[in-house]
T-cell receptor
Framework: GESVGLHLPTLSVQEGDNSIINCAYS??????FIWYKQESGKGPQFIID?????DKRQGQRVTVLLNKTVKHLSLQIAATQPGDSAVYFC????????????FGKGTKLSVKP | DGGITQSPKYLFRKEGQNVTLSCEQN?????MYWYRQDPGQGLRLIYY???????QKGDIAEGYSVSREKKESFPLTVTSAQKNPTAFYLC?????????????FGPGTRLTVT
């Protein structure tokens, strides 16, 4: 079946460096993608979203890139801070399913001071 | 202060007992969702509701039940038929269903059944 997956389950970066978290999706019909941040023991928080008519969107210190040709989504965090340490999920809307969001398993980002 | 609230944060029950998890939102959202999260796993959809008095099964509905009598409230009952109920439960809401809108999540309820 169609699913959302991640290339790397864990990522460790030095404070101040840029982080890149990747996500592969398999359903070409997906037209909406979201990145969430989840801190330990808390609910996921929205970071940024992107629709399929765009290939790049920027927020505060974050950028999401969408490559529909290779079905790849990435989240870039600039000047990574200790407070960025968390699990990051990508989610896609798949028209092939019930139309709800499908979540990946997440990548754990650890920031070393 | 708008958002989604879930209560309690921690819940302990004995095996064989039904337990109801609360979820309330004041965002005026039409759609609400319940997810289950196990360690190292992604979110799995249990039930969702697109509108009051209507709800649909998600991917793992067996052993769970819900109701949507009010727009603001979407309680989840974990029944004794759920074989492995210990998990972190997350409630979410969105402006509309269909997965084209951001879902806002509550803080979660950690249920432990012994």
């Amino acid at each position: 079946g169609e699913s959302v997956g991640l290339h790397l389950p864990t990522l460790s970066v030095q404070e101040g460096d840029n982080s890149i978290i990747n996500c592969a999706y398999s359903n070409s019909a997906s037209d909406y993608f979201i990145w969430y941040k989840q801190e330990s023991g808390k609910g996921p928080q929205f970071i940024i979203d992107i629709r399929s008519n765009m290939d790049k969107r920027q927020g505060q210190r974050v950028t999401v890139l969408l490559n529909k040709t290779v079905k790849h989504l990435s989240l870039q965090i600039a000047a990574t801070q200790p407070g960025d340490s968390a699990v990051y999920f990508c989610a896609e809307n798949s028209d092939g399913s019930q139309g709800n969001l499908i979540f990946g398993k997440g990548t754990k980002l650890s920031v070393k001071p | 202060d708008g958002g989604i609230t879930q209560s309690p944060k921690y819940l302990f029950r004995k095996e064989g007992q039904n337990v109801t998890l609360s979820c309330e939102q004041n965002l005026n959202h039409d759609a609400m969702y319940w997810y289950r999260q196990d360690p190292g796993q992604g979110l799995r959809l249990i039930y969702y509701s697109q509108i009051v008095n209507d709800f649909q099964k998600g991917d793992i509905a067996e052993g769970y039940s819900v109701s949507r009598e009010k727009k603001e409230s979407f309680p989840l009952t974990v029944t004794s038929a759920q074989k492995n109920p210990t998990a972190f439960y997350l409630c979410a809401s969105s402006m509309s269903a269909g997965g084209r809108y951001e879902q806002y999540f509550g803080p979660g309820t950690r249920l432990t059944v012994t």
